[in-house]
C-alpha cells in the first residue's frame, strides 16, 4: 500500500494524501534526535508519505529546526519531501524580540522574515507551501497579499495558502493575491464537524481545490474516555469487518477524506506504527450509509 498524491488545485502542488505532521514531534522525553526524526522520515517515504506538514510556532519555534535536522540526516531526502510551512503566529520567546503578548502578525515584512527563517531552519532552498497559520484581522489582506506575492516572485516559495480562514476571508485575499491561493487547512475530525457546516470545504470544493485537514484524530480525544469517543469506537468496531479490519485511526481519517471536497489529512502521532495504520486511510472508500453511521455516532443521533 502506497499511499496516493493529489493535487491541490489546478496550478497547485502535488503532495501525498497523507502528510507527516510535525507540531507534536519534540512533546517526548528524551526529545529525539537528528536520527530518530530521519528514522520517521524514512518510514514516511516507505509509506508514500512524501509532504511535510510544520509551523514556525511549533514546539516553540523549535520544531522547524528539529526537522531540518532530520531533513540532514540523509543524501535520499533531497528532494524527496514537499514542505509545506505556516506562519504568522507570534508568542513571546527569546527569538521573538518585543514581543509580549500572543497575536497574529501577517503583515508582509513578518511572512517574508518568517519564510527567510523557515528555510534557513528547514535546509531547503525553497518552501513547496506557505500557510499563513491564522488569520489576522488587524492587518488589512492588501498588505498580506503583498508579502505572499512578493515571497513567490523571489522564488523563497513556490504556492501559498492559507490556514483556518474562514469562506469570506479565503475569498477577499484569493481575490487579491497574483498567484491564486491553492488550499485552506483546516481542523475538521468527528470530534469537530464546524468545517461541515461554516462552508469551508464546500468553498474548497466549488473552486477545486483541496482542503487539508488537521487534527483528523480530535488531537487523540477519539480515544479517549469521553461518551462521543467510546460511542465513537463502537461504531467503528461495527463496521470494521467490511474494511479489512482497519484500525479506529484509518476509520476516522477515511471518514475527513471521504467529504467531496477530498481534504488530505495530516498525521500528527509519534508512533510509526500508528501512522503506519492511519495511512491505511487513503485505500479505505466508505460506503455512504457507514459514513453516516460515524456521523450518528458522533452527534449521539441520526440525521434530522
Ligand atoms: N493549521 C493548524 O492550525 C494546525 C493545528 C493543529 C495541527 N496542525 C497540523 O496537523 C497535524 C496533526 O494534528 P494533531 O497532532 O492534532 O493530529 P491527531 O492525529 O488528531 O492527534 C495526534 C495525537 O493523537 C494521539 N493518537 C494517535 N493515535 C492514537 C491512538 N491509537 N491511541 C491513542 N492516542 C493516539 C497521538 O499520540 P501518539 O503520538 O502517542 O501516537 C497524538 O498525541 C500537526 O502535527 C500539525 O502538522 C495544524
Redesign the pocket.
Known sequence: MTVKRAKLSCDGPELSEIAF????ILDQDPLPSAADIATRLEKCLELGITTI??AEIYGGYTVEAAVGTGLAESADFKGAFEVVT?CGIDVPSETKAGVTLPHYNATAENLVNCAEKSLRHLGVDSIDLFLV?RPDWFTPAEETAKGLDQLISSGKIKHAGV??YTRDQFELLDSIVNQRLVTN?V?I?LLNMDALYDGSLAQCEQRKIRPMG???????EL?GDSIQARRLREAFEKIREKYDGAG??ALATAWVMAHPSRPLA??????IE?IESQAQAGSIQLERQDWYELWSAAKGQSVP
Open positions: 505532521g510535525t507540531w507534536r506538514d510544520t505556516k497559520h490556514s483556518n487547512q481542523e475530525n488537521w487534527s483528523v484524530l480530535g488531537g487523540g480515544f479506529d485511526d495530516i498525521t500528527g502521532s509519534n508512533k500508528r
